[in-house]
C-alpha cells in the first residue's frame, strides 16, 4: 500500500515538472528559485524577551522555499498561490492551492498569506502576471535571496 502510495507522489511530482517545463517552452515563463537558508528567522539575542521557563527553542531554524514563475497576464487574476507544507516527523504532506483576484483586499491577503507560509516554513510557489517588484514583501524576500 505504501509502495502504491509513494508511486502516486513519485507520479505527481514528475507531472508538475513536465507541466512546468511546457509551459515555460509555451509561455515564456520565467523562474526563481530560492535557497531555504535564506528565510532563517532571526534569533532573539540572549533569549531577550523570554523567560526562563519558557519552553521556547532558540536553536530552530524554519526553512522554506519560495517559487515565483512570471507567467501571461489572466485577466482579473492577481495570481494563483500554491503552499506545500510537510513535517519530516509525522510525514504530514498537505498542498494548497489559492487564487487571489486583482482587487486591492486580495493585494493585501496576497502579500499577508505569502509572508505568513514562508515565515511558518511552508514552501511557497507563485504564479503572477506581474513583476515581483508588484509585491513589495514578496519582492522583499527575493531581493535578500538574491544579494546574499
Not at 28 to 45: K, R
Not at 111 to 122: D, H, I, K, R
Amino acid at each position: 500500500m505504501y509502495k502504491g502510495f509513494y508511486g502516486l507522489l513519485l507520479m505527481q511530482v514528475q507531472l508538475e515538472q513536465r507541466v512546468a517545463n511546457l509551459s515555460q517552452l509555451l509561455f515564456g515563463v520565467d523562474a526563481f528559485e530560492i535557497p531555504s537558508d535564506a528565510f532563517q528567522l532571526e534569533l532573539a539575542s540572549d533569549g531577550e524577551g523570554h523567560d526562563e521557563e519558557d519552553d521556547v527553542d532558540l536553536e530552530q531554524v524554519i526553512h522554506s522555499t519560495l517559487t515565483y514563475y512570471m507567467v501571461q497576464p489572466i485577466q482579473f487574476v492577481l495570481g494563483i498561490v500554491r503552499f506545500h507544507a510537510s513535517d519530516e516527523e509525522s510525514g504530514f504532506f498537505d498542498v494548497t492551492e489559492d487564487i487571489f483576484m486583482d482587487t486591492p483586499e486580495e493585494f493585501c491577503r496576497f502579500e499577508n498569506e505569502v509572508s505568513e507560509a514562508l515565515e511558518a516554513g511552508v514552501d511557497v510557489c507563485v504564479m503572477s502576471g506581474y513583476e515581483p517588484d508588484t509585491f513589495p514583501q514578496i519582492n522583499e524576500y527575493l531581493a535578500d535571496a538574491l544579494s546574499s
